[in-house]
């Protein structure tokens, strides 16, 4: 009896596998990044600068780079230097704890405009914050994502993981119910991606123009039917850094396009 | 008051007499289509690109009329073919005296 209960079970997995159904989260060379997935055209629109959209993002963080601001009438470059040089792999350690405040890149840019360079912060999806947070972060593109873990940094990880694992909205679903245990099937004909960030800012196809990932995360919650997470909330940055940290190792594609 | 903005021009450099080549040109611009409305109501209005012509050494090759379809930041690919050395000028105009160019330099061997 039990044997034969045993050989049933033995079946079912193996009928599971054969079936492709699979329900963990892919782990180390099992990710992919969302770039495998899409058309020739469009990968081919993220490969060549000339033909990226978001390279006129990209310019124009390069003239905000240069350009004085604020009261102390300084440029990011006075202090910086060379991008290439002083910004190189930035991007890809970030979110980070800055005096204990967990920050995503935007809002690192916005506490050096407002506390050095004495100006007023750049908006939310404006077209400066994007454009040098964009130019910041092409200076770590082909780099592998790197959150460096710390006991301090551990709990807005754990707090990151629950927010993933969460239900959420009127259709009472997780990020990971979608992006981790089903990635790679099918939602209304399109792949489910298995969500790492791994080129944001990104200029996509469907909004016409560049977003951060916070755009992106509440785009997805509106998808849910769920009240999204507000800009610099400390849920939407935890949520970013386990994305983060999940995608670890992954290259930088900065500045991506997606559909 | 006129606004312009940045364009980027792909091509060969050099090619043979009577070679097709291919010209891709991207441009910036929000292309906002007049039909959509502002959260509180109001409709914002049309600004988009009209036209697009491509000259080489003066002579019109290329033109095109854009209409509030178009995607923002549009692409155009097209050929022509390559008949002497000289220069390649592209013009965008559009509304609120929106207008951008850009000059590109083809060696004929």
Redesign the interface.
Known sequence: MIVKFLKQLVFLFALLSALGVSFADPTGQDRQSSYVLMSGQTQAMQNDPAQNPATFWVLDGQTLWQTPAGKSNKSCAQCHGQAEQSMKGVAASFPRLVDNKLLNLEAQINQCRTERQQAAPFAHESKDSLSIAAYVATQSKGMPITIVESPALDKHLQAGRQLFEQRMGQLNLSCAQCHAERSGLKLAGNVIPQAHPTGYPIYRLEWQTVGSLERRLRNCMTGVRAEPYMFDSREIVDLELYLMWRARGMLVETPAVRP | MSKT??T???MPATARKDEIIEI?I?V?H??ETGFRHSEQGVRIERDIIREFICTYNGVEVFRADLHPAI???P?ITFTTLATESGTLEFNWKGDNDYASSATSKLTVT
């Open positions: 903005s940045r980027l021009v792909t891709r991207i910036q929000d292309m995607a923002a930041n692409m």
